[in-house]
């Protein structure tokens, strides 16, 4: 039987914090793999554009010259992942990619190991995927400056508030979804509602980021470099683990 969907219970009494200790454990349960999956790789786009390459049996010389083709993997409506554990389609993001892979594995991850826990569901806020758990209102956004963060809903409402400083927007979480409120220059909390958005499976999710790669035959690869923060000791650890293992192989 699946485990309850409803918000774990909470019968010890608060930390000091406020933060009941099994959704704090939680918390850093999430921070920690978190930092794992963000020094695992760069955040990129060739592992999803291969896969793609691979399903439409395709050569990288004809990407170059007509790198449309990939879009023959869009020909109709329906998603183009059914399962996200056909291996065709699981390296996508078991290994590293964009926002969905690192949303995907992180919340695939903490689901495995404690699926009493946690249970995410994805929304997709415009060429950007984010997963939220509705057990513990644990936020995985890879753009978040603070890792793994909770999205506290406001009592009695079930909403909750969520400044975006890098797009310059607003976004509430409520009961259904999320309502995204458009942005401005000046505060990023414009006062009217773009649009609303409702939970997607991961299948769906990382169909709409492979579709987005395929339009734009984008391939990037971006390396995560941060000098302060939550990340510097795990980075530091594995800058020191690279160096050895290519010293060794000399």
């Given amino acids: 039987?699946?485990?309850?969907?409803?918000?774990?219970?909470?019968?010890?009494?608060?930390?000091?914090d406020g933060i009941p200790p099994e959704i704090d454990r939680?918390?850093?349960a999430s921070q920690a793999q978190w930092k794992q999956?963000?020094?695992?790789?760069?955040?990129?786009?060739?592992g999803m554009v291969r896969?793609?390459?691979?399903?439409?049996?395709?050569?990288?010389?004809?990407?170059?010259?007509?790198p449309e083709v990939l879009l023959g993997a869009f020909k109709t409506k329906r998603p183009l992942i059914?399962?996200?554990?056909?291996?065709?389609?699981?390296?996508?993001?078991?290994?590293?990619?964009?926002?969905?892979?690192?949303a995907v594995k992180i919340a695939r991850a903490l689901e495995e190991k404690d699926p009493n826990t946690f249970k995410f569901r994805y929304f997709d806020l415009g060429r950007h995927r984010v997963?939220?758990?509705?057990?513990?209102?644990?936020?995985?956004?890879?753009?978040?400056n603070k890792g793994a963060r909770r999205m506290s809903s406001t009592a009695g409402t079930g909403d909750a508030d969520w400044a975006d400083e890098y797009r310059r927007g607003r976004y509430k979480y409520h009961s259904d979804g999320f309502s995204i409120f458009e942005g401005n220059e000046?505060?990023?909390?414009?006062?009217?509602?773009?649009?609303?958005?409702?939970?997607?499976?991961?299948?769906?999710?990382?169909?709409?980021?492979?579709?987005?790669?395929?339009?734009?035959?984008?391939?990037?690869?971006?390396?995560?470099?941060?000098?302060?923060?939550?990340?510097?000791?795990?980075?530091?650890?594995?800058?020191?683990?690279l160096i050895l293992q290519l010293l060794h192989k000399q």
């Fill in 186 to 241: 000046s505060d990023g909390t414009g006062p009217e509602v773009r649009k609303e958005v409702y939970p997607i499976c991961p299948a769906e999710a990382m169909s709409t980021c492979l579709e987005e790669i395929a339009q734009n035959a984008v391939l990037i690869c971006v390396f995560r470099y941060v000098l302060l923060g939550i990340y510097a000791e795990a980075h530091q650890k594995y800058l020191i683990c």
């Fill in 82 to 102: 059914d399962n996200i554990e056909d291996e065709r389609w699981a390296k996508t993001w078991r290994n590293p990619g964009r926002c969905t892979s690192f």
């Fill in 131 to 144: 997963a939220r758990c509705e057990r513990t209102e644990i936020l995985i956004d890879s753009t978040s």
């Fill in 37 to 46: 999956t963000f020094i695992e790789g760069p955040q990129t786009s060739f």
């Fill in 26 to 28: 939680a918390l850093d």
């Fill in 51 to 66: 896969a793609l390459m691979e399903y439409l049996e395709v050569n990288y010389e004809t990407l170059l010259t007509n």
């Fill in 1 to 16: 039987m699946e485990p309850s969907s409803t918000r774990i219970p909470t019968n010890q009494a608060p930390a000091a």
